[in-house]
């Protein structure tokens, strides 16, 4: 019996050796954010950047776009202990602080329901939010705001109605 499963055994490992040395090269792996860097090592992070920190707050590009942050964010501390943005975006605390307060979608929980304090769907404020930094745009950005749209639908229709008419 214990030979049988000695055998058995062997004759696995004899097959997972001849299907590994079968197998091509791996291919070097390149990851679009990461680069060639394999995923067990760590990447070398970029030197932080300046951080626009003109306190002007940003055209929203759609009505349901998290703005933009107007101020620098280094350092901040975000987790469980302590949330360094409500520290001051807080309702409670914009009186003194003078920031935006968090909006109403942010104390929603998933079924719409709204509850006392911020939902831990919103607790990680940069998911959603960044600083921006002075760089220029490495590719073009083509992006038209629904007025432009609807302008520009406008400005079609008229002009058809012009058209003379068959
Ligand atoms: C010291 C107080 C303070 C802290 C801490 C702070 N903010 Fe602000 N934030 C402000 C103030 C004041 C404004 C209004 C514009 C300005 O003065 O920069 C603002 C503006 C913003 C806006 C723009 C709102 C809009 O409608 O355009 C966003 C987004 C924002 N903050 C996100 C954050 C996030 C995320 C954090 C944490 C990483 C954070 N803030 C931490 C004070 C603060
Ligand atoms: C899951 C994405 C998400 C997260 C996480 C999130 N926000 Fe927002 N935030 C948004 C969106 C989307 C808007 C714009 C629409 C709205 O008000 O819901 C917004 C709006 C805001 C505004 C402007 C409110 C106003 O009335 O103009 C502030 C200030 C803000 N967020 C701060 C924060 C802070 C501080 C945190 C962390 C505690 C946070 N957000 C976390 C998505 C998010």
């Keep these: 019996m ?7 055994l ?37 030197p932080l950047a300046n951080a626009i920190n003109d306190d002007v707050r940003r055209t929203r ?13 280094d350092g901040y501390q975000i987790d469980k202990n302590f949330n360094k943005c409500l520290d ?9 602080s003078q920031a935006v307060p968090v909006s109403i979608t942010h104390y929603m929980d998933r079924d719409g329901r709204v509850l006392g304090q911020v939902s831990t769907r919103r607790y990680f ?3 959603c939010h960044v600083a ?17 749209v609807i302008q520009q639908s406008l400005k079609k ?4 109605d012009k058209a003379p008419k068959k």
Excluded: W
């Design 88 to 96: 001051c975006h807080a309702r409670a605390r914009t009186e003194t």
């Design 125 to 127: 404020c940069m998911q």
């Design 10 to 46: 062997l004759l696995c490992l004899c097959a997972g050796l001849a299907s590994a040395q079968q197998q091509p090269p791996a291919r070097s792996f390149t990851d679009a954010a990461r680069g060639p860097t394999p995923i067990t090592e760590s990447t070398k992070p970029p």
């Design 157 to 160: 229709s008229q002009s058809a």
């Design 61 to 73: 590009n759609y009505a349901m776009q998290p703005p933009t942050i107007p101020h620098r964010v």
């Design 132 to 148: 921006q930094d002075a760089a220029r745009p490495l590719v073009n950005n083509t992006f038209q705001d629904v007025d432009t």
């Design 2 to 8: 214990n030979i049988l499963r000695h055998l058995t």
